[in-house]
C-alpha cells in the first residue's frame, strides 16, 4: 500500500485545461494501472502498462493519455477531450503474474469548475 | 474481456448477522479471485483472496468460497461488525490479449446496523 505514491490529492481543471496526474511506485512492480472511480460507482480501467515503453487501452481510454519512460512512474494526463473528467483516480500497481495482488495509491480527487 | 456480476449492489444487516456477496464472471481461464475493501473517500485494499486450486479459504470472521465449475465466488463475512461497514469489491483477473488483467465488479455496498 505506502509504496504507491499519487498527486496530488485534490485538483481542479478548467473547462479546455489538460492536467496530469503523477503515480509513483516504489514495489519494482512491472504493472502498473489507472482507474477511474464515479461516486457510487465500480472501477473502470482507463490504461494500463506492464513493461517500460509500453502501454495498453482500457475500456475508458478515451480523452486520456499515458506514458511510462520509468519502472517507477506512470503519470496520466487528462485532456481536454475527456468531457466529463470529474471523478475519483486511482493508480495501482502488481508483479506481472497472474496470481498477484493489486495495490492501489491513496487516489486524486479531480474536478472540473 | 471478462465480465463481472457482483450481488447483491447494496447488503443491510444487524451486528453480529452474516454477510454474504457473490461474484459471478465469464472468463473460465480466470485463477485469481481475491476480494476488496473500501471505506468512504479511502482506497481499495486487498481483504481475501483465492487461487484457482483451492475451494475455500478464511481469515477469523473472512471466508472466501470458489466454484469454478459455475464460474462464481463468494465473501463470506459472519459476527458483521459496524467498522465492516463499506464497499466491497470483487475482480477476478482474466485473460485479455494475452495478459492477466483484473477487472472489477460494481461493488457492493455493505451497511451493519449497531
Known amino acids: 500500500d505506502g509504496g504507491i505514491t499519487q498527486s496530488p490529492k485534490y485538483l481542479f481543471r478548467k473547462e479546455g485545461q489538460n492536467v496530469t496526474l503523477s503515480c509513483e511506485q516504489n514495489l519494482n512492480h512491472d504493472a502498473m494501472y489507472w482507474y477511474r472511480q464515479d461516486p457510487g460507482q465500480g472501477l473502470r480501467l482507463i490504461y494500463y502498462?506492464?513493461?517500460?515503453?509500453?502501454?495498453q487501452k482500457g475500456d475508458i481510454a478515451e480523452g486520456y493519455s499515458v506514458s511510462r519512460e520509468k519502472k517507477e512512474s506512470f503519470p496520466l494526463t487528462v485532456t481536454s477531450a475527456q468531457k466529463n473528467p470529474t471523478a475519483f483516480y486511482l493508480c495501482?500497481?502488481?508483479?506481472?503474474?497472474?496470481?498477484?495482488?493489486?495495490?492501489f495509491g491513496e487516489g486524486s480527487w479531480l474536478t472540473v469548475v | 474481456g471478462e465480465n463481472v456480476e457482483q450481488h447483491p449492489s447494496t447488503l443491510s444487516v444487524q451486528e453480529g448477522d452474516s454477510a454474504v456477496i457473490k461474484c459471478t464472471y465469464s472468463?473460465?481461464?480466470?485463477?485469481?479471485f481475491p476480494w476488496y475493501k473500501q471505506e468512504l473517500g479511502k482506497r481499495p485494499q486487498l481483504i481475501i483472496d483465492?487461487?484457482?486450486?483451492?475451494g475455500e479459504k478464511k481469515d477469523q470472521r473472512i471466508a472466501v468460497t470458489l466454484n469454478k465449475t459455475a464460474k462464481h465466488f463468494s465473501l463470506h463475512i459472519t459476527e458483521t461488525q459496524p467498522e465492516d461497514s463499506a464497499v466491497y469489491f470483487c475482480a477476478p483477473r482474466g485473460l485479455s490479449g494475452g495478459s492477466y488483467i483484473p477487472t472489477f465488479g460494481r461493488g457492493t455496498s455493505l451497511i451493519v446496523h449497531p
Open positions: 472468463d473460465s481461464a480466470s485463477n485469481y
Open positions: 502498462s506492464q513493461i517500460v515503453n509500453d502501454f
Open positions: 483465492i487461487r484457482s486450486n483451492v
Open positions: 495501482a500497481s502488481s508483479r506481472l503474474s497472474s496470481g498477484n495482488t493489486i495495490y
